[in-house]
């Protein structure tokens, strides 16, 4: 009976989604407030200040979309919290009037996790942008969820010490998006992802309570609750505070430059690398069209007749870094590089990691549209999936920029189009799912690292079978038994029916119909 329900109801979703789908790169205006909307949004202003709230359609358009391509969110009344007590009364206010709550960080996220669904409250967590409290000796600062990355580690250099996990969108996005996308970032090949950063985080669940998951104690006791909100996508509860661990910077860094002519010994070099027993800080790889765009972007000093580079980070005590640099320049010689280049200062790393760190902003002079693809597969395979890629977009008649963090298999082959051009979304479509089967047929996995969100809710049962499914439901029942948080996200529709029930309840005519 259960499954029935859960099929037609999923079929109506993709019906109304379907009839709303829009094409070309023409703004969707946001949807007119609706008349539950003042009610709400006077309550609102009662709660956290009529400065803390807006309605307009400016404000909610906004706030209805992320980097994504993914172009339907909805958003209610938008709230701008100064603290944790403000957080808990919007969930409150939303949860008398009968409404989802969804956060949101600065909307970098590229797979629609931010995106509202359903009309509900909108919680912009970037005034809550503080660094809280610093114990060096100790190895842990707590921070508030709408500091930036990137500022939180300016905020901390002059301590010796800084937050590992380095999105290469590191300069907008924030600690409390990184935290429920469980972010990675070229760094993270040594040091692990967020989730190895994080040691506990305050949260403000569906019924307002608040709690602290995790401690700072170094064997904490019970599940690890902390583990399992981490990387749930703001589905399980608003992160108000985070503890991060605090990585002590490296005595000695070194980057080096290796430049191919073929994109086969670039992949073959990672894997050799990786085997020789080398662990780098950091290994990232681009193929010449994203070079070039690079180049001409950035000014970076990479060469464009390369096929594809390698900028690969050793760091630690300089007697190690110089072993470790001398043998990863040998095993590239091994494999055919053209050139292998030390950086000779910080400003010339600087430089070379400024051009990687541009690569998404580059591709607007290739293209004015692009589909940034994440998945991530076993590293010894990525030979043969470049060259599956470079075929598959070929089929489809598309541009492909290749960059990614090569030492952990996550690859980010970026679609570039010009969705003015009559049928160019359709193939960029058709040509991301093929990526993704590929990536999969290949035994990889269907996000490294930006998420499922709505992007690839619907192909989590590709991967995960349906008992898998039922049991990631209940686990985020656990902790929002009224599928108030965020919701329609991550599991597909048959997994997540009192999602579908809450949604239609509170979006009569909206995206759920
Ligand atoms: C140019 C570019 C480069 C990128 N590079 C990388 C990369 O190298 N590695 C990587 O992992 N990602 C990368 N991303 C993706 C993105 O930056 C990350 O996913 C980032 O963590 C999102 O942070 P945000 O603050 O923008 O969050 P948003 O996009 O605003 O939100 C992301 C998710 O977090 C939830 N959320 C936000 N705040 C909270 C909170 N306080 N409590 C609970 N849930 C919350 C939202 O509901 C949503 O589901 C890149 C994106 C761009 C545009």
């Known amino acids: 009976m259960v499954r029935v329900v859960a099929r037609t ?20 205006a946001a949807e007119p407030a609706q008349a539950g909307d003042a009610a709400l949004a006077a309550d609102l202003e009662a709660a956290i200040g009529a400065d803390r709230v807006r309605s307009d359609a400016a404000a909610r358009y906004l706030a209805s979309r992320d980097a994504s391509i993914y172009r339907e969110g909805n958003a209610g009344p938008v709230c701008y919290p ?18 989802a709550v969804s956060p949101r960080g600065a909307g970098t996220g590229l797979a629609g996790g931010a995106a509202p669904l359903g009309r509900p409250v909108v919680l912009s967590m970037t005034r809550m942008d503080k660094l809280l409290e610093i114990d060096v000796d100790n190895g842990v600062a707590w921070v508030q969820p709408g500091i930036v990355n990137l500022d939180l580690t300016r905020a901390l250099a002059p301590h ?3 937050y590992a996990p380095d999105p290469s969108s590191q300069a907008a996005c924030t600690i409390g998006g990184n935290v429920a996308n469980n972010s990675g970032g070229p760094h993270c090949l040594a040091y692990g992802v967020t989730s190895a950063h994080v040691l506990a985080v305050e949260v403000v669940l569906s019924d307002g309570s608040v709690v602290t998951l995790g401690d700072l104690s170094a064997e ?15 589905m399980c509860g608003i992160a108000t505070a985070v503890a991060v661990r605090l990585t002590p910077d490296p005595p000695a860094v070194r980057t080096m430059l290796l430049c191919f002519d073929d994109v086969s010994d670039a992949a073959a070099t990672v894997s050799a690398i990786i085997a020789d027993g080398i662990v780098p800080a950091a290994i990232e790889m681009m193929d010449q069209r994203c070079v070039r765009a690079v180049e001409d972007f950035a000014q970076a000093g990479y060469p464009e007749d390369a096929a594809a580079v390698l900028l690969v980070e050793v760091d630690g005590p300089a007697g190690g870094v110089s072993i470790a640099s001398e043998r990863i320049a040998g095993i590239a010689r091994r ?16 430089r070379l990691w400024k051009g990687r760190k541009s690569a998404f902003g580059a591709v607007a002079n290739v293209m004015p549209d692009y589909y940034l693809h994440d998945t991530v597969v076993p590293r010894t395979r990525l030979v043969e999936v470049l060259e599956s890629i470079y075929e598959i977009v070929d089929r489809y008649d598309l541009i492909v920029l290749n960059v990614f963090h090569a030492g952990d298999g996550n690859l980010h082959p970026i679609l570039a189009y010009d969705s003015r051009v009559p049928g160019a979304d359709e193939r960029v479509h058709a040509a991301g799912r093929e990526i993704i089967t590929m990536s999969l047929d290949m035994g990889g996995a269907l996000t490294g690292e930006h998420g499922i969100g709505v992007e ?10 349906e008992v ?11 902790f929002d038994p009224y ?28 995206v759920w119909g």
């Not at 100064?82 to 409404?99: F, L, P």
């Not at 494999?335 to 600087?350: F, G, K, L, N, P």
């Not at 948080?485 to 579908?500: E, Q, T, Y």
């Open 220 to 234: 904490p006791v019970g599940y690890d609750l902390r583990g399992a909100f981490v990387g749930s996508e703001g």
């Open 335 to 350: 494999y055919q590089a053209m050139s292998v280049r030390t950086a000779a200062d910080e400003d010339e790393r600087a």
């Open 468 to 478: 898998d499914l039922d049991q990631q439901a209940r686990l985020r029942a656990s």
């Open 483 to 510: 599928c108030r948080m965020n919701p329609g996200k991550v599991l597909p529709s048959a997994h997540s029916c009192s999602d579908i029930a809450a949604l239609r309840a509170s979006d009569a005519s909206g």
């Open 9 to 28: 109801l999923a079929e109506a979703t993709r019906r109304v989604l379907g009839s709303r789908r829009r094409t070309g790169r023409g703004p969707a």
């Open 82 to 99: 100064d603290s944790t007590a403000d957080v808990v009364a919007c969930v409150q206010v939303a949860a008398r009037h009968g409404r």
């Open 160 to 162: 010796g010490v800084h």
């Open 456 to 465: 690839k809710r619907e192909h989590m049962s590709r991967m995960f079978s």
